[in-house]
């Protein structure tokens, strides 16, 4: 890929709605809110899902996809998976971005994925997807009645899935041919955007060599994408004839890579595992990011502040650095020192609306009246960049509730059930919002769409 082009991708910053990424050195907040339920986590984290959009954007613009509709969704799951549902949604476990080797390897994996969007495989396998939420096509995935979205105050939002009656195994297991096809169609991406196709073939020789040393206990990626020595063959003479195969990963994409991988073993492992590892000696950004987050995790606010004040020394303008010292001092019960800080992120970057949503959560814990012009604003803006936040939709219901304002924080319940797969409480709410909203409102008309959806839920269920 050509260096200025790289550049020109990572180094532009506008809203989300128009997916242009940022990606300088940037930082994430992690806070694990599924300890206490079993099942699978959906976790939320702005730098990671640019990360992926940095790397999959030129892979999309090659595909001919529209890169606007598509979804990130990180799954906290050690095992190495990856896929697509719904059209354009990527889902991703933390396992297979902490245990990759490089930024190739987790490029290969998203150009195959995408092959299987440009080849039509999901609408085959499973149309009714195409239009559900995220939490719908969770639970759809794994067999659940609903998915449940549980508010996170640090840029994280957990989706909590129980149920294995429906396996991703069962629902997205594609054919061998589908596989060589994307295969095909993955290699035609990178070829076009000049990139190496190396790191797919590493990826698939891992997972060989997985899956003959533990026989009988395949990654769910083996499992859901038949690998065969044909794919290899075929990835592996592709590489030997590329002229692109020696072509490095681009170094900020390498510079994410180690970064992601930081922030991502610093959540996931236990805080003795990531200060052992990371020593407090190895002054990467991506070991100092682990340790940071460990010490969060062990309540110890003064070295986690040294850490993250260090970095934003070295870094003033990393909007990232100033969301995780937000989150330290949240955890710490420093509200108003917290609200500083998220509002220094979202002053250099202001179309992240994970992050107004922490920082709209401090200003209602401070329960102070004052503010309330200032949450109302940030929820607004956050919802402007991405409605599909459940803890966004609460969030502005509690602040209209708050002004009395009763039919407007129906509406936003509403919405908040609706992503949430709560057909029973949207019910209760569009209704209530209906009675109270004036007529003719954008409100009420917008009241009037969700009560014409969940008729044609109700449609076709009875259908």
């Known amino acids: 890929m050509h260096l200025k082009y790289v550049k020109k991708l990572i180094f532009s910053v506008k809203p989300l709605s128009t997916l242009v990424l940022l990606v300088s050195l940037l930082s994430m ?16 984290d702005t730098e990671i899902e640019n990360t992926i959009r940095a790397y999959s954007a030129p892979l999309f613009e090659a595909a001919g996809l529209d890169l606007n509709s598509i979804r990130i969704r990180l799954v906290k ?3 190495l998976n990856a896929f697509v549902a719904g059209g354009q949604n990527i889902f991703i476990n933390t396992g297979l971005l902490a245990r990759s080797d490089n930024a190739g390897q987790i490029i290969g994996v998203l150009a195959h994925e995408i092959g299987h969007i440009s080849g039509g495989h999901l609408s085959r396998i499973h149309e009714g997807l195409r239009n559900a939420s995220t939490q719908s096509i969770l639970a759809m995935i794994l067999g659940t009645a609903a998915a449940v979205a549980a508010g996170s105050t640090e840029g994280v939002t957990g989706a909590l899935i129980g149920g294995q009656a429906l396996g991703q195994r069962a629902l997205f297991k594609y054919t061998q041919g589908m596989e060589q096809a994307a295969d095909q169609a993955g290699v035609n991406f990178l070829e076009r955007t000049g990139q190496s196709s190396r790191g797919l073939l590493e990826f698939l020789q891992i997972l060989q060599k997985q899956s003959a040393i533990y026989a009988g206990s395949k990654d769910p990626y083996a499992n859901t994408h038949p690998l ?3 794919r290899i063959s075929f990835l592996g003479n592709h590489v030997k004839k590329s002229r692109f195969s020696r072509v490095p990963t681009p170094k900020q994409f390498t510079v994410m890579h180690a970064r992601m991988r930081g922030k991502i073993n610093g959540y996931v492992d236990t805080p003795h595992r990531t200060l052992s590892y990371y020593s407090a000696e190895d002054k990467r950004i991506e070991a100092r990011y682990a340790r940071a987050y460990a010490f969060m995790k062990l309540h110890d606010v003064k070295n986690a502040l040294n850490i993250v004040d260090q970095l934003i020394d070295e870094s003033p303008e990393d909007p ?5 010292k937000g989150d330290i001092l949240k955890d710490a019960g420093k509200i108003r020192e917290a609200m500083i800080a ?6 250099i970057l202001p179309w992240a609306a994970l992050i107004r949503i922490s920082l709209a959560r401090v200003h209602l814990e401070l329960n102070d009246p004052k503010l309330d012009d200032a949450v109302l604003k940030n929820i607004q803006e956050a919802l402007r960049y991405e409605n599909q936040i459940p803890t966004a939709w609460r969030q502005l219901a509690t602040i209209y509730g708050r002004r009395g304002e009763t039919g407007k924080a129906s509406l ?24 109270l909203l004036p007529k003719g409102s954008p409100e009420h008309i917008r009241a009037l769409d969700i009560d014409n959806e969940l008729a044609q839920l109700k449609a076709t269920e009875d259908s």
Do not use: P
């Open 342 to 347: 998220y509002n220094q992120a979202i002053t």
């Open 228 to 230: 065969t020595q044909d």
């Open 77 to 79: 799951d050690n095992s």
């Open 412 to 435: 936003a319940l509403a919405e908040e059930a609706m992503l949430r797969s709560e057909i029973s409480r949207a019910k209760t709410n569009v209704k209530r919002a209906l009675e």
């Open 29 to 44: 907040a992690f806070i694990d809110h599924s300890a206490r339920a079993q099942g699978l986590a959906i976790v939320r």
């Open 320 to 324: 990232f650095f100033h969301e995780l």
